[in-house]
């Protein structure tokens, strides 16, 4: 039976990035935090890609990247293209990264920047309409989430609250 060593293969692992290669952790872990924020769960393969996207530098292509993580992996167990490909437009379709399109038609990735504005939460009182501003970061992300899995960006957010006391 012959091998195909694009198919099927385990996942890399962080472990077989060779020593000083690689991007910094903090800079890793600033996307991975962002990815987590828009609903993306981080595996190893999307840890790996984002070491070799910020290696290759701002504006690489997928080839670049790829050819990027070959280099730097150890055992030269870079994830396939199209499991890059497939990543790289889940990361530009959740605004992590941004996908620049050449004249000659090269699609070129960056990240994208973060998003500075903060997010405006409202509680509105069902019964007096009395407005309550939410500045809790855990709503903002909880929101940002759902919003992202539908294919949503949340501009602002006014939800509807009753009050707590119970009438017996």
């Not at 935090?33 to 290696?55: A, Q």
């Not at 050819?67 to 530009?92: D, W, Y």
């Amino acid at each position: 039976m012959l091998a195909f060593s694009e198919h099927r293969r385990s996942s890399p692992s962080l472990n077989e990035i060779r020593p000083g290669m690689g991007a910094s952790r903090s800079a890793v872990r600033r996307l991975e935090e962002r990815s987590e924020e828009v609903g993306i769960k981080m595996t190893d393969l999307r840890r790996i890609l984002f070491h070799g996207l910020l290696e290759a530098g701002p504006r690489a292509t997928a080839v670049e990247i790829w050819k990027t993580l070959c280099r730097i992996m150890e055992h030269g167990r870079a994830p396939s293209q199209g499991s890059i490909q497939r990543n790289l437009n889940l990361f530009v379709e959740r605004g992590i990264l941004r996908r620049d399109v050449t004249p000659d038609r090269l699609w070129r990735y960056s990240v994208a920047p973060e998003r500075k504005t903060a997010l405006a939460i409202t509680f509105v009182e069902a019964g007096t309409g009395r407005k309550i501003a939410c500045n809790a970061p855990e709503v903002a992300t909880l929101l940002r989430r759902v919003a992202a899995e539908h294919g949503l960006t949340v501009q602002g957010a006014a939800i509807t609250v009753t009050s707590s006391v119970s009438a017996t």
